[in-house]
């Protein structure tokens, strides 16, 4: 993936943004949050159309490339008219899963609202004020997220064998190559 990363800083800390090469209109917005003690109230705001955002369980994501790759191929999905899922938010958590039933990959990977450790995606830059004042907890650096990944629920989740991981590369290896065939299964 060919995305320009663009980190700026704000009075709240680090805010990322993404621009991907195929998709350069396009600004990507990524937080991640701890200590957020809000997560119900923050997923009603997301129905009442107050804001749109992807929240994320972070323990699922290998590392930050594996969250580029899903919203990488969201946006491919929403540019070819074939989302799977009924908004773009919901396509990125779709997308970060090996598995093609939509249910079990928003439960998976998605943050439910006893939620405390987030990652949110976000596209819509006119309702981002919204979102970082709606959000309760604290923002911290991107390059915390691969230390918050639970390697046994991503083994369980994408059906990796220990043996697979000694001669794919790795886990994050092992997670791309399901993510670049699910489709074609």
């Known amino acids: 993936i ?3 990363y663009r980190g700026m800083l704000n ?56 969250v580029l790759l899903a919203v990488n191929k969201a946006l491919f999905d929403q540019s070819n008219r074939k989302l799977f899922t009924p908004n773009l938010h919901s ?28 990652l949110a995606v976000l596209f819509d830059e006119d309702k981002k004020q919204d979102f970082e004042d709606a959000v309760k ?16 629920l991503i083994k369980k989740y994408f059906k990796i064998q220990d043996a697979e991981l000694s001669c794919t590369g790795g886990m994050a290896a092992a997670v791309y190559t399901r993510l670049a065939i699910r489709d074609s299964l």
């Open 91 to 118: 396509e990125v958590v779709f997308c970060l899963s090996g598995s093609r039933s939509i249910n079990e990959s928003l439960k998976r990977h998605g943050a439910d609202d006893t939620a405390s450790t987030v």
């Open 137 to 152: 907890g604290d923002r911290i650096d991107l390059d915390r997220l691969p230390s918050l990944s639970d390697h046994a």
């Open 2 to 4: 060919n995305a320009e």
């Open 11 to 66: 009075s709240a800390g680090i805010m990322s943004r993404f621009v991907f090469e195929l998709f350069p209109l396009r600004h990507v917005y990524v937080y991640l949050y701890e200590n957020v003690t809000n997560m119900a109230e923050l997923r009603q705001l997301i129905q009442q159309n107050t804001f749109s955002a992807a929240f994320i369980n972070p323990a699922t994501c290998v590392d930050m490339q594996h």
